[in-house]
């Protein structure tokens, strides 16, 4: 199953988005296309799900200068356990 066809299932679910830090280190989605990496202090620019990997490290470096308003949401449950905190 894609990302996307994941996030469609959550989105189903009426996902909630939370604002401030999330649990831990990693990829979060931060709406039902997008996904940004939070390093334990930053966000990094978004990725989207359509992004090949080499776009989503430069991505992934990137710290986005607007952090306030970045709003995360739980990981979806099918997503490996090793991902899900």
């Given at each position: 199953?894609?990302?996307r066809e994941a996030?469609?299932?959550d989105t189903a679910k009426e996902v909630k988005y939370k604002s401030g830090p999330p649990p831990s280190i990693g990829w979060w989605p931060t709406s039902p296309l997008v996904l940004r990496w939070?390093?334990?202090e930053n966000w990094s620019?978004?990725?989207m799900d359509s992004d090949n990997v080499h776009w989503a490290k430069y991505y992934?470096?990137?710290?986005d200068l607007n952090q306030e308003n970045i709003c995360w949401a739980k990981?979806?449950?099918n997503w490996p356990e090793r991902s899900r905190t």
């Open positions: 199953m894609s990302f996030m469609a299932i939070w390093d334990g620019w978004p990725c992934s470096a990137k710290i990981r979806p449950a």
